[in-house]
């Protein structure tokens, strides 16, 4: 069965520091990985995903993510962080068995600090 | 310009009352979702819909109801709204591109509708 895992549920981070948020899943044959951002009273926003090629996929508002598959993990990342970056992000995989579902994961907080 | 629109945003109700949350986009897509969310939690899928005269439960179980007659409208219906039903509902569509499958595109969220039922 497709599942995906976000290990934190907050991320703390200075303004200006790199962030990481982390995404674990687990799938039976290709992943297919999405970044999704949900700022406070609104709906989610689609932010990058990797379908196949390069392991580092390049995606809105400056943010990164990482695929490894012997790690089986699609850490989001950024170099820089700021404060507007503040919010709920979640990490969610296609569920490929059928239904055309995406399956969610529980979603990380991140705070940036001025 | 191409959205997806849900109206109201926000509803405050009485028990045992019949609210239908409306759902719109003007992409055209074929498949449209009704994911259920408390406030800065994980989503739950209640229902999903292939096109048109198609409409699926999803993994939560839900006592809400779904139609889709219209490519573009795909309204969720409570016929008798209790207190165990506030929350968020957000909707979303995805394009499937003949020929391509499902499997790359990302979904469109629309705004949410914030749901109390007192």
């Known amino acids: 069965a497709q599942s995906v895992a976000q290990p934190e549920d907050q991320v703390n981070v200075a303004e200006g520091n790199p962030l990481t948020v982390k995404c674990t899943y687990s799938v039976s044959g290709n992943p297919y990985l999405f970044w999704y951002v949900q700022y406070p009273n609104r709906g989610l926003q689609f932010l990058l995903k990797?379908?196949?090629?390069?392991?580092l996929v390049k995606g809105s508002y400056g943010f990164e993510a990482e695929f490894n598959k012997s790690q089986t993990s699609f850490h989001l990342k950024k170099p820089s962080a700021l404060v507007s970056d503040s919010a709920l992000y979640f990490c969610?995989?296609?569920?490929?068995?059928?239904?055309?579902?995406?399956?969610f994961g529980a979603g990380t907080r991140l705070f940036v600090k001025a | 310009e191409a959205d997806i629109y849900q109206t109201p945003r926000y509803l405050v109700i009485g028990t045992g009352k019949k609210i239908t949350l409306e759902c719109s986009q003007t992409?055209?897509?074929?498949?449209m979702y009704w994911y259920q969310q408390d406030p800065g939690m994980e989503l739950h899928l209640i229902h999903y819909?292939?096109?048109?005269?198609?409409?699926e439960k999803g993994d939560l179980s839900s006592e809400s109801t779904v139609s889709r007659i219209r490519t573009e409208h795909f309204p969720l219906t409570l016929e008798s709204a209790r207190p165990s039903h506030t929350s968020q509902y957000l909707c979303?569509?995805?394009?499937?591109?003949?020929?391509?499958?499902?499997?790359?595109?990302?979904?469109?969220f629309g705004p949410g509708t914030r749901l109390t039922v007192l």
């Open positions: 979303a569509s995805m394009n499937v591109v003949p020929g391509q499958g499902f499997t790359y595109n990302e979904q469109f």
């Open positions: 819909s292939y096109g048109v005269n198609s409409t």
């Open positions: 990797y379908i196949t090629g390069d392991n």
């Open positions: 992409m055209g897509h074929d498949k």
């Open positions: 969610a995989v296609r569920d490929i068995t059928g239904g055309f579902k995406t399956i």
